[in-house]
């Protein structure tokens, strides 16, 4: 009895990405609730455990443990409808998988199979895991039958209770209310530390956006998802290399969209992005994607200017197209904490 339900009961579905589900669950046997990534064993998953494993901070989501899970595809149906039960049977949680995506009719399957395969392998060999640890690998143990299922990482970490910074925005523009500035800049400030902390371990996280930052039970940031991870460009200046999964073009720096090296830089600009709309309430629609191009050009919406001038002169920096022109995490840590000295009370506060 692999994967979850051995030690855990499923409680409900956190998340469902492009590359994997996310479960809240309970450990039978410390009684604790924890958040399970459960990602396609691929050496993107097995750069997202390491730097996980490696990065040890007070703003970045606690890594528990891991351990690899298969499950078998035995038909196009099966494969795209998996249902999972936790201990009691009233618990069932039934999900749609878009991580395992295969197409049986189409031309290019082969190649994304051929694909996944040698991702599996390498992910494998690099965890450790032979063919014959991994029952994993399916019935007969062999790699073959890696092409009738697939190895799964699944990642244990904290739970982080006070959910994502997207609702946390979303919640504020519901209230319609005028913005706390204060607790925008605190909040500001953690998502800085915590990425400043991730360029000083020589990474780029590259998927930096408000669903990918969230709230601790402490109410403090966790920044999660290492999904996209990177080492940094080394002195040399040889180039990152390109990950098939691509991050969120909304929020992607134009260096990472027109596919072209970068450096941590290409963190500094979603940042920029998350700054502004944590201070400004965005229309929807048509107007929201108007104002976005704007804003991904340094144009700002009439009024933001005179409503917040210092934080405008910061954000169009970390917005700028040249990367170098760009400040450092550090250099906005630095700014922040002259610019907008943190009200010592609300530090010791609860943000959520
Ligand atoms: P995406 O495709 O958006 O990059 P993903 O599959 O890579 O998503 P994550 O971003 O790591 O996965 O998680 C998906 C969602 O699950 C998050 O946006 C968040 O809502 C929730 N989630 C992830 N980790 C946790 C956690 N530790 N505690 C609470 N919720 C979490
Ligand atoms: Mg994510
Ligand atoms: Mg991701």
């Not at 250099?331 to 609860?350: T, V």
């Amino acid at each position: 009895n692999s994967g979850l339900s051995q030690c855990f009961d499923v409680i409900s579905v956190l998340g469902k990405g492009g590359f994997g589900w996310v479960y809240k669950v309970k450990h039978k046997f410390d009684g604790k609730i924890y958040a399970v990534k459960k990602v396609v064993l691929t050496p993107e998953a097995d750069s997202e455990v390491k730097a996980l494993a490696r990065l040890d901070h007070p703003h970045i989501v606690r890594y528990i443990t891991c351990w690899p899970d298969s499950e078998n595809c035995t038909s196009t149906q099966e494969r795209n409808k998996v249902s999972k039960t936790s201990g009691s049977s009233s618990d069932v949680v039934t999900f749609e998988r878009s991580g395992c995506e295969e197409n049986d009719d189409d031309a290019d399957d082969d190649d994304d199979e051929d694909d996944d395969v040698s991702d599996v392998t390498s992910g494998m060999a690099s965890l450790g895991v032979t063919a014959e640890s991994a029952s994993a690998a399916g019935p007969s143990g062999n790699l073959d039958s890696l092409n009738h299922s697939k190895m799964y990482l699944l990642i244990q970490m904290e739970f982080c209770e006070g959910g994502t910074l997207t609702t946390w925005i979303k919640d504020r523009n519901l209230r319609n209310k005028q913005r706390n500035t204060e607790e925008i800049h605190k909040v500001f400030h953690e998502i800085i530390i915590g990425v400043e902390y991730i360029h000083s371990n020589n990474l780029i996280h590259r998927d930096l956006k408000p669903d990918n930052i969230l709230f601790g039970t402490d109410g403090k940031v966790k920044i999660g998802d290492f999904g996209l991870v990177a080492a940094q460009t080394n002195h040399s200046g040889d180039p990152i290399e390109r990950s098939k999964k691509r991050g969120t073009l909304q929020y992607m720096s134009p260096e990472q969209e027109n596919k072209r090296n970068y450096n941590e830089k290409t963190d500094i600009f979603p940042l920029g992005l998350v700054w502004f709309e944590m201070l400004w309430k965005l229309s929807t629609g048509m107007e929201r994607v108007k104002l976005w191009k704007d804003l991904r050009n340094q144009r700002f919406p009439e009024g933001f200017c005179d409503s917040y001038p210092t934080e405008n002169k910061f954000i169009k920096e970390m917005l700028s197209v040249t990367p170098e022109d760009r400040p450092h995490a550090k250099d906005i840590k630095e700014k922040l904490e002259m610019f907008f000295p943190l009200d010592q009370n609300l530090l010791s506060q609860k943000t959520i």
